[in-house]
């Protein structure tokens, strides 16, 4: 699969929000190497939650995918695995920060990995994954860099 290619044909409609969705995760992974050390616990708590909601997000569209082909065998599978993001996004809040980020880490993986299987099943257009990966690894790398910018600040 041709990523780059894909990606180039993904609407505007979605690549942009994709894009600005990316923006939070960076602010609040970096902003610790920037800001005084009192508003770091805002800013860990902030990453986590953001993450837990766009991990949820991600679960919630497949969802959608079922709503689409209610019928197809494929779907009660869909409408189980959407609230299982959202389920680890929840236990995500509640551990130590660097532990959170490794729930969150895994947890966006295995989506990832839940979407090629549905996305092969239902026929999705190719640009969707690849823009999911796009995501997936902007997510992935602002995780890192937040652990790394906790261990430097800490």
Not at 40 to 53: E, F, K, N
Not at 78 to 88: E, G, I, Q, T, Y
């Amino acid at each position: 699969m041709n990523l780059a290619a894909n990606l180039r044909d993904a609407p505007a409609a979605a690549l942009w929000p994709g894009l600005a969705g990316l923006l939070p995760f960076l602010a609040c992974a970096l902003l610790p190497l920037a800001t005084d050390a009192a508003w770091h616990p805002l800013q860990q708590q902030a990453l986590v939650a953001y993450g837990a909601l766009i991990l949820t997000f991600v679960g919630a569209i497949h969802w959608g995918i079922a709503l689409m082909a209610p019928r197809q065998p494929a779907a009660g599978a869909c409408f189980a695995w959407s609230v299982v993001p959202a389920l680890w996004g929840w236990l995500a809040l509640f551990p130590s920060f660097v532990v959170s980020l490794a729930l969150l880490g895994a947890g966006f993986i295995v989506q990832l990995a839940v979407d090629y299987r549905v996305a092969a099943v239902f026929g999705l257009p190719a640009w969707y994954l690849a823009l999911r990966s796009l995501l997936t690894s902007g997510v992935l790398l602002s995780l890192l860099l937040a652990s790394l910018a906790a261990a430097l600040a800490g």
